[in-house]
């Protein structure tokens, strides 16, 4: 048995390809006006929560200010990606793979058993027998998957105006416009942080068969 | 120091490619085919008159941030202005039957709607506002649109970065109840700031397809052969979308 489906793999490389577009071509469209706010409204800078530093270059897509272009790319991008998401959630459904692998047991949940899968970690043990994944393993995955991702479609579509008329709860439950625009923008570093801590981790427990797995699908440990 | 160089080299990379695939054929057919997918996936979950979240005065900003064009650069605007606007014309032209023209008078007098909504900006900023004004569709079925206009183009007088504002929307947001011709915010005479004597309202859209120091109304079967072909001052100038839904 393969240790990453097909469909897990397709969509692995599809969807970090989809979060770098979205978020390098993000910090273009945030550079066009670099406050947030919470709420319905919100334009002066006196009002803002956070004053958001201006992204070089380097970091956005196009790689110099372009708000038309970088909205362009995160329109055209935001598509495969809600869609990717919306697929895979479905097929992890079916194939009983989110119930097996994914979900976190009553048991992992106690503090003595969580100190311990962190010191694992810290001693950079990966070894986990007996489950595909250990606790904190499902908890990010969890956590991107079931959380950050979806909530970065749902605040997408939320400061939409075009959307708006047909889900306006959308926007109530994030409370407001500009609450949804904000919570867009802390998601996304959140997923971020995910991605740096998952390209560590991964350079931790052996990148080259990591990789490998990845791309050929691997085999199972027994 | 060396990772973070190898870092931006590598992003540097991946939007340079980026930029490639948008430059070419494909690549930007691709982009703006997005755009279309969203509109008509807007078209399709809203019910055409679906109406954008309405609020109470107590939800008003406290200002509205008057952006892009803040006033109109002539003699007869200053003038015009002093005066409180007795010889400013908005013409009801093109693909229609009785091509008509409104004094600011004659504007005041329609059935008026009042409506306090929000008003997104492209650049991400919010304000919320109450406008008042006659419906477009009041404006254009005055005229007799014609059945082979499929667009409604907006003149205005005012001149950005050297080139005059210009819009368009379809026939699906111009019959739209909430897309109506203010003369008034919060209950007093358009700001200069805001397009003052007259500016569209498209709620249902980003800010830069509410033009103002609106001076007429066109119909027209296609966008095409005019100004820059894509419909919109912002369109034209530096490829921002057409639909501005999302």
């Given at each position: 048995m393969k240790r990453h489906s097909l469909l897990t793999r397709l969509w692995h490389?599809?969807?970090?390809l989809c979060v770098i577009v979205l978020f390098m071509s993000g910090l273009n469209i945030s550079n066009a006006h670099r406050y947030l706010y919470w709420g319905n409204y919100g334009f002066d800078p006196a009002d803002a929560w956070l004053v958001v530093p201006r992204f070089p270059g380097w970091m956005t897509i196009p790689g110099y200010y372009d708000l038309a272009g970088a909205r362009g790319w995160h329109m055209l991008i935001a598509w495969p990606f809600a869609l990717g998401l919306l697929a895979m959630w479905i097929a992890m459904l079916l194939s009983r793979h989110f119930w097996r692998d994914l979900?976190?047991?009553?048991?992992?949940?106690?503090?003595?058993?969580?100190?311990?899968?962190?010191?694992?970690?810290?001693?950079?043990?990966?070894?986990h027998p007996g489950a595909k994944y250990n606790f904190l393993q499902k908890l990010a995955y969890g956590l991107v998957l079931g959380v950050f991702l979806p909530l970065m479609i749902f605040t997408g579509m939320a400061i939409s105006p075009g959307l708006e008329p047909a889900a306006p709860w959308l926007v109530e439950i994030f409370g407001g416009r500009q609450s949804a625009r904000s919570i867009h923008f802390i998601v996304a570093?959140?997923?971020?942080?995910?991605?740096l801590v998952h390209i560590a981790l991964v350079l931790l427990s052996g990148p080259v068969g990591q990789l490998r797995d990845m791309i050929t699908g691997g085999r199972r440990e027994a | 120091m060396k990772r973070r160089n190898l870092i931006a080299g590598m992003a540097g990379l991946f939007?340079?490619?980026?930029?490639?695939?948008?430059?070419?054929?494909?690549?930007?057919a691709l982009l703006s085919a997005a755009e279309d997918w969203h509109r008509k996936a807007h078209r399709a979950l809203a019910n055409r008159q679906a109406l954008a979240p309405e609020f109470t005065r107590a939800d008003l900003s406290p200002t509205f941030r008057g952006n892009g064009s803040l006033t109109v650069d002539t003699p007869f605007y200053r003038e015009q202005l002093a005066s409180g606007f007795p010889d400013w014309r908005l013409e009801v032209t093109g693909l229609v039957a009785t091509p008509l023209t409104f004094s600011l008078e004659n504007i005041r007098r329609l059935p008026q709607r009042t409506q306090i909504t929000r008003h997104d900006c492209v650049e991400g900023w919010s304000a919320i506002g109450e406008w008042t004004g006659p419906q477009l569709s009041l404006l254009l079925d005055a005229a007799g649109v014609l059945p082979e206009a499929n667009f409604i183009l907006f003149r205005c007088a005012d001149?950005?970065?050297?080139?005059?504002?210009?819009e368009s929307i379809d026939m699906v947001d111009a019959y739209h109840p909430q897309t109506i011709v203010a003369h008034m915010?919060?209950?007093?005479?358009?700001?200069?700031?805001n397009g003052a004597p007259l500016r569209m309202r498209v709620e249902r859209q980003l800010g830069y397809k509410h033009p103002k120091y609106l001076t007429a109304i066109e119909a027209v079967a296609t966008l095409d052969g005019i100004e820059g072909g894509k419909g919109g001052f912002w369109e034209d100038q530096y490829g921002y979308q057409w639909y501005a839904g999302m």
């Open positions: 490389w599809l969807n970090a979900r976190t047991t009553c048991a992992e949940w106690k503090p003595a058993a969580i100190w311990r899968d962190i010191v694992q970690h810290m001693k950079l043990d990966f070894s570093w959140g997923t971020c942080a995910f991605f | 939007a340079a490619g980026c930029s490639k695939v948008a430059d070419s054929k494909a690549g930007s001149t950005l970065h050297g080139h005059r504002y210009y915010l919060n209950g007093e005479p358009l700001p200069e700031k």
